[in-house]
Structures are given as C-alpha cells and as structure tokens.
C-alpha cells in the first residue's frame, strides 16, 4: 500500500505546485516561478496558510491589483517564451473577476499562467457567502463561471481529492506546444481548508519536456517544391518562432537561401534588425520593405503565426498568393484556406533547410527586398530625428531607442505606441521587444515590465505607455518598488486617447469624447505624473523635448530604483511611411459629408471577393 501524507487541499496544491520543473538550457529549474496572491475571505485562511508554509520553495509576492498581478505573471511567461510561468490567487468575488481580462488576454496570446481564484462553499454550509453571486436558476453557477470562455482549461475544486486529476490536467495544459494558454482552477473556499490523505508519490518531483512536433512527410515536401518553383517566396516570422527558440535555424535559413523574413508583432526579434535578410515589420503596422515585399510575393510562408488582422492588411495583403501556414496547432495551420504544415516552428525550418539543399533565391529578388530596406531605413531616420516642435511617438521611440543598449526589452501594449513601435523599434535579440499585441489590452505596460524584469533580470526594461493607459492602471509601479525590480518608464502625454482620436477622424467622426480637450468637462485635467510616479516610490522627472529625454534616459539608468520620464507628445502625428488598409467599418448612414466621403472610400475598399 502506497504511503500517504495528510495535508489540506491547498497545502497539498501548493506542494505539488513546487515539485514541478523544466529543463532549460541544460539546467533544471521551478516550473512556477511563484505565486502572485491578494488575499480575502476566500483564500486567506486555505492558500494563505498553505503558501505561508513554502515561502522557500514557492515565493509569494503581495501585488496592489488583481489584473495588475495576473498581467506581470503573463508577461513572465511571454518573455520566458513559454517556458515558465507563474500563479495568481484571490478571494471571491471581484478579487477573482478582476482577473478575468488578464486571462482573455493570456486565451488570445496563447501563454501560460495558472489562476487559482477562491470560490463559495461546495457544502453551500453559509450561502449566500459574502460577495457570492447568485444565479436563480442556476445554484451551481458562480463569478468565477467567467473564466470559463477565456480559460483553456476549467475546473471547479469542490472535493480534496479532487486535486490529484485536475493538476496534471492543467500541466499539460500549461506546457502543451498547441493548447498552451490559461488554466482557472476555482478554490472552494471550504474545501482548501478540508483534508486528504494524499499518496507521497503525488508529489514526487518531474521535470516536463517540451514537445519538438516533427512535420509530415508529405506537407513539408509540398512546402519545399513550392518555395524552390517561387519567384519570390516570403517568410512571415510570427511568436511560434520565437516561443520554439527557432530564431537561429531561422536566420542561417535566411541566410542560405536569401528568402526575406518579415515579422508579425509577437514575432518581432525573430532575426536582428541588421540582418541582411531582414525586412521588419509586416502589415498595417508594417515597414515599406516588408508590405511591398508581402504585395510581390507568389508564396508566403507563415512561421508560427496567428494570421491576425493587422499581419494579414484584414485579408488583403496576401490575397491571390500561395500561402502556407507551419504551425504547431491545427487551428492557425488552416486559416485563410492555407496549406497547412502541421509542426514545431525549429522542427520544420530544420528540415526545410535539407530539403531545400543549395536553392537560394533569384539575384533580382534579393537585390530588389536589399534596395527597399534601404529606403525604409532613410525613412526611419527622417521618422525618428530630433526636431524642436512638440515631438511625435516616432522621435520618442528614437531616443529611448538609442540610449536603450542591446541588452534593453522596451514594454506595451495599447494606443498608437504599438504601431510605432513594431515599425520603428530596431530589435538586436530576441526577448529585446515585448508588446502585447494580441489583445492589445490598456494596462498592461507597467505591471507587464514588471513581469519581463522578473524573468529577465540582466535586461534593462522600458515600459513606454500613454497617459490614458497609465491612468487606467499604475498600481504596480509601486509593486516594482517593493520588490527592488527596476523598471524605467517613459509616459507619453498626449492628453487623451490620441491613437483611437485619429481613428475617428479617419472614418469621417468629429473628433469626440477621446482627447480631453473634446470631451466633457467643467475643469481640463492637469496630472502632475511625475508627481503621482514619486507618490509610489519611483523616481521621477518631466522633461520638454527629445534632447531633455535623452538626458533624463542616463540618469534613468544610473538610478537604483523605478524611474519614470514624463514626456509631453503630440497626438495628430504619426509615421507615414508604410503601413497598409485595416478594415474599421465606417457608418453607411451619416449625416456627415466626411463619413459618407469615409464610407464610399470603405466601400471600394470591400468590394473584391474576400480572400
């Protein structure tokens, strides 16, 4: 008989939770890295005593925000490329709902992190228990149901024993190639506390692998037959490159073939900016280089990619070409009637290189993707030269860009920085470039830079966010503070919504409701954010254009602890240079003569076949 320990469920959760390993780079390491946890009735007395009792095994580190801390464990994950991860608890109610869009954005990006939200008793002993929702047709139904469409895995624990199934499961989860995202295992806040004779072998340590999927025989043959009869094949790098560490097969592939490579979002630093074969970024945020390359190309060969809107011109950049999707999961394989080549990002390009042997491209193909960069190249030196007027996002890039060093990672997420940035910011290494793009969710910089100093320490880390997203939440500036890991933050002050300001008038719309200025107010809002920076620990300075910020950038680096640069920017400007058409729907019935010019313009747009 199988010896057995008697433990709490969540004391037996948080051993499990430490026994958990990876190999990486030869060394094995904790799998979970910690557990961000803010405690209420429904988790205090079970996860708090439980992880009260691993602080050696498995840190516990006190956030000021539930989404704040999920989105610094997502963004461990996202720049440990997946390869380790991170676990959030809460109480119930709006402690566990407030975490909900952390885990949509986790579901849309694909990347690991583990919730462990408090929930109302299994025996329904107290019901209604503070903060339970109750659903009058539904008794079984709880808040933490939300997690359920943005979960990969979900499951309720409403027995001890219950543990010994669920964990594994959600393991597997975590670290599977293709179903890899968030998994919600909802705490009764009864049954953390109950006890289990647990099996000691339920413990034991394991070090989990990660999956190499080799490609088919046959798929990755057509593959290779299309790329050596193309006149001008393109690869298109998205975040499956670097989450499979392909990036070094990928650039001596490019380099053998001259095959250009242009890069998604969650691929950007997929190859080194400088990288002879090197277009940059593709799609509506997408160099010249890149998108005139995407326009001539007769095969396109997606690498680990999602196909999102903004990498496909909504449908129309690689409409009539032949398109090929490697990817590890079969649901991004088929998309837009792809031939599919299902299989690990550095699996497939290692033996594409075989089969493709000493094929390389035409001298004209390589001669005309070397001239275009070298026009995008003069257009992002025009973009991002200092100038004496109010100083657009692109001259702000540049100078963060230039002070950053090579060992830098700049942090976002939303507004009109993202674009500039996946244009503009020159990548020298993987994991240099960390934006989330996927769900493009306001909020996420300044805890997500926390997380990104979390998992890479030696990187200097800079959080570029807007005003409005930092005012939507900053509270883990101070949690960087406390826990001594610096981040440098530059805050854009465009007064307002600027990105989605110049959306509007795009479609025809007045401007309205996005910058202060022309929304409703007795009094125009005058934030001292240096000042509110200061408040929670960090150092802190305004400083009037680029030759300021620049100046401020040393002694951001010199300093001991968070540092924040507050910059006033203009909204109206932004890089002309390339770019394609995104499909935003304009209103067919306006009285507007800009709207209905808008919508006859959309119209034409829309008018082919849908590709």
């Not at 429904?42 to 704040?68: C, D, I, K, S």
């Not at 309720?156 to 890899?180: F, H, W, Y």
């Not at 001239?371 to 003069?378: E, G, R």
């Amino acid at each position: 008989m199988s010896k057995t320990v008697r433990l709490t469920m969540a004391q037996a959760l948080t051993r499990y939770l430490a026994a958990q390993s990876v190999e990486i780079d030869g060394a094995v390491v904790p799998y979970f890295a910690g557990v961000w946890a803010i405690f209420g009735h429904g988790n205090v007395a079970g996860m708090g005593e439980a992880l009260a009792g691993m602080t050696g095994e498995l840190p516990t580190w006190r956030a000021h925000n539930e989404q704040g801390m999920a989105h610094a464990a997502i963004a461990f994950a996202k720049q440990s490329r997946r390869q380790r991860a991170m676990a959030c608890t809460t109480s119930i109610g709006p402690g566990a709902t407030n975490m909900v869009t952390a885990a949509a954005l986790a579901h849309v990006n694909r990347l690991p992190v583990l919730f462990l939200p408090g929930d109302v008793y299994a025996t329904r002993r107290p019901d209604p228990v503070l903060q339970q929702i109750e659903d009058f047709a539904d008794a079984t139904v709880s808040a933490n149901d939300c997690f359920k469409p943005v979960s990969r895995y979900f499951d309720r624990i409403t027995r001890p024993e219950q543990i010994l199934d669920a964990l594994p499961r959600a393991m597997g989860v975590l670290t599977d190639p293709a179903n890899c995202g968030p998994v919600t295992l909802c705490l009764c806040q009864d049954v953390q506390a109950e006890a289990h004779d647990y099996p000691e072998s339920f413990f034991a340590a394991k070090v989990w692998g990660q999956r190499w999927v080799r490609p088919d025989v046959g798929e990755l043959a057509r593959l290779a037959e299309a790329i050596k009869g193309a006149k001008a094949p393109l690869i298109v790098a998205g975040g499956g490159v670097l989450y499979s560490r392909a990036e070094g097969v990928l650039a001596d592939l490019a380099s053998r073939t001259g095959i250009p490579v242009a890069e998604t979002q969650a691929g950007k630093g997929a190859l080194a900016w400088d990288h002879p074969q090197a277009l940059g970024s593709i799609g509506v945020t997408g160099t010249s280089a890149a998108n005139e390359a995407a326009e001539a190309a007769d095969v396109v060969i997606g690498v680990g990619t999602r196909l999102q809107d903004f990498t496909t011109g909504s449908r129309t950049l690689f409409a009539g070409k032949r398109l090929f999707q490697v990817n590890v999961a079969q649901h991004d394989a088929g998309k837009h009637a792809a031939e599919p080549v299902l299989g690990d990002a550095r699996a497939v390009i290692e033996e594409l290189g075989g089969l493709l042997g000493e094929w390389k491209v035409s001298d004209g193909w390589r001669g005309a993707n070397a001239s275009a960069v070298n026009t995008w190249n003069a257009a992002w030196d025009a973009a991002t030269a200092p100038g004496n007027a109010l100083p657009s996002d692109a001259q702000v890039i540049g100078a963060v860009w230039r002070q950053a060093g090579d060992n830098a990672t700049v942090v976002c997420a939303a507004g009109g920085l993202p674009g500039e940035l996946h244009k503009l910011w020159r990548s020298h290494q993987p994991g240099g470039y960390h934006v989330e793009y996927g769900f493009s969710c306001m909020g996420y910089e300044i805890a997500g830079g926390l997380g990104v100093k979390m998992a890479a320490p030696g990187n200097d880390v800079y959080v570029m966010v807007g005003d409005g997203s930092y005012l939507m939440l900053n509270s883990e500036l101070a949690t960087s503070v406390m826990l001594g890991q610096k981040i440098t933050v530059v805050l854009l002050d465009n007064r307002g919504y600027g990105c989605i300001n110049r959306l509007q008038q795009g479609t025809g719309g007045r401007p309205f409701n996005n910058l202060l200025a022309d929304s409703a107010h007795e009094t125009m809002p005058d934030v001292d954010f240096a000042g509110h920076a200061r408040s929670l620990g960090a150092a802190a300075e305004k400083v009037s254009g680029v030759a300021e910020l620049e100046a401020a950038l040393v002694r951001a680096k010199a300093s001991a602890t968070s540092y924040v640069i507050v910059i006033d920017t203009d909204p109206m400007i932004t890089t002309q240079a390339g770019g394609h058409w995104w499909d935003v729907a304009v209103p067919e019935v306006s009285s507007r003569a800009e709207v209905q010019a808008a919508r006859r313009e959309y119209e034409s747009r829309i008018s082919g076949d849908r590709k």
